[in-house]
């Protein structure tokens, strides 16, 4: 069996995007503009959900994956293109400026990178074919493109996605699907890739994790890899204290969450299964006061979807997914960044 990344509602809304032409560290600092995803585009916006403005325009598949530099200037995208629709990692500035190719590579789907610290690389998910299979490892690359080196192995049947730095660069958290015979859970290594460790527990099923800008906790989303509604937790990065942010009341499934810069709130995406809406919430750092920050329609699914769905490796959750007809119009995957 093909271990294949269980992501949330909006990673299908994403697929969807590429048809109709979805880890991070949040570092410290005061709190910026929001990025996501709607459509085929990135936009952002403030944290109360004002001042929206679109940052790509892509007429040709469509973008994915966004997450800031340290210092809030640039962001870091993947963009999916025709025929293949394999992940091609972009730069661009926080105004949506500059916009540019980082790696050529043909064959490889290079996705959910993420800025080291420093703000000198990368590190993302490579996934390829191998002997009939598509593992992923982890890759770090420098902003230019060059020195790319290799984190994490790549296995048959193994996949590592969304790596994500610690605030002081010594940790690395990421997702891994198949390790150890774990359907999925948030790992942890040192920065070089050595001591890799198990952080969230097998029935958490935990996946896209973000670091809290002091690096002593991760918030990460559950269910990966079961049939129950996914909801958005806290862990210290010690594997203790586990604690619940959101209520999935047997309808909402939770999406990406994304520390503020300053440490005091939390942004994430829940969906209506039934009915296809929802939107991005800004809550407090224990879940209290969420506030509905941006609305989601429900909109039509192409009827070639599924062709492009079966070739997705990063969909394994169906039980997420609304009524046939209907798929969420965007709002996915928000990050906070801090401000300039």
Request: with cysteine; hydrophobic share 35%.
């Amino acid at each position: 069996m093909r271990f294949r990344v269980c992501l949330s509602y909006c990673i299908l809304a994403a697929v969807i995007a590429l048809i109709t032409v979805p880890a991070h560290a949040t570092f410290p600092g005061k709190n910026g503009r929001i990025a996501f995803v709607q459509g085929p585009d990135i936009y952002t916006m403030n944290q109360d959900g004002s001042n929206v403005r679109q940052l790509t325009a892509l007429t040709d598949g469509g973008a994915f994956w966004v997450n800031w530099s340290p210092d809030g200037k640039q962001i870091v995208f993947s963009r999916f293109a025709a025929p293949d629709f394999f992940g091609q990692l972009w730069l661009m500035n926080a105004d949506g400026g500059n916009q540019h190719l980082l790696l050529t590579d043909p064959g490889f789907d290079d996705e959910a990178a993420s800025f080291s610290p420093d703000g000198s690389h990368l590190i993302f998910s490579r996934c390829a074919p191998l002997d009939g299979e598509f593992p992923c490892a982890i890759y770090r690359v420098g902003l230019d493109g060059s020195g790319i080196s290799q984190v994490t192995p790549v296995r048959i049947e193994l996949t590592d996605l969304e790596p994500v730095y610690s605030p002081d660069g010594s940790t690395i958290a990421f997702d891994s699907f198949g390790r150890d015979g774990i359907l999925g859970a948030v790992h942890l290594m040192n920065s070089d890739g050595t001591n890799i460790r198990q952080l969230t527990l097998a029935q958490l099923g935990g996946y896209g994790s973000d670091w809290s800008p002091d690096g002593e906790q991760l918030v990460f989303t559950t269910k990966c890899c079961n049939p129950e509604l996914a909801n958005i937790a806290v862990i210290r990065r010690d594997g203790k204290q586990v604690r619940q942010v959101t209520d999935d009341k047997g309808v909402f499934g939770a999406g990406r969450s994304s520390w503020s810069p300053q440490g005091d709130a939390i942004v994430f995406r829940t969906t209506n299964v039934t009915t296809g809406e929802g939107g991005i919430y800004v809550s407090n750092a224990d879940g209290s006061n969420a506030k509905l920050i941006l609305k989601v329609r429900p909109s039509t699914v192409p009827n070639n979807a599924l062709k492009i769905l079966k070739k997705s490796h990063f969909l394994k959750n169906k039980h997420e997914l609304p009524a046939s007809t209907q798929i969420e119009d965007g709002g996915a995957l928000p990050r906070w960044g801090t401000a300039q």
